[in-house]
């Protein structure tokens, strides 16, 4: 059975996107611990980050930092926060969080039931500073 990640990137469950290329792509978190919270995802459906290959483990990070600089551009947080748990939906992701303070890791406050209009704004902002970089990977835009 596909993961719920492999679905969104199939079409066959919304999403927030924010870039995507050939090995991965890019969206808003469904349950965000902060505004512009991101997912970094390959398309190849992988459970544990420590059995990706090293070129494509490679390229998402990479990715992740080209998100990372859009978030600091478009939400001014004092870092953006990179984690890999995995353990919610058993597809590799990389969350990029806008952060302040590190409690606002706690994967326990995220927010279950977010504005839909709070995430389209947040998904534009982050496609503004993308498109800024002047990325041609920015979906949605």
């Known amino acids: 059975m596909a993961s719920l990640f492999t679905r ?3 079409g066959d ?10 090995q ?3 969206f808003l978190a469904l349950h965000p611990l902060k505004p512009g919270h991101t997912l970094v995802v390959p398309r190849v459906e992988v459970d544990h980050w420590i059995d990706l290959d090293a070129a494509l483990m490679s390229r998402l990070v990479h ?8 978030q600091r551009a478009a939400f001014r947080p004092e870092k953006v926060a990179l984690m890999i748990a995995g353990l919610e939906v058993r597809h590799v992701h990389l969350h990029l969080v806008p952060i302040g303070d590190l409690r606002e890791m706690d994967f326990g406050r995220a927010d279950r039931d977010p504005d839909p209009v709070a995430l389209d704004e947040a998904a534009a ?4 500073a993308l498109l800024d970089q002047g990325r041609t990977e920015v979906h949605g835009a």
């Open 8 to 10: 969104i990137i199939e």
């Open 13 to 22: 469950a919304p999403a927030r996107f924010v870039w995507k290329d050939e």
């Open 24 to 26: 991965c792509v890019a």
């Open 63 to 70: 990715v992740a930092q080209i998100i990372g600089i859009a």
């Open 125 to 128: 902002r982050l496609r503004a």
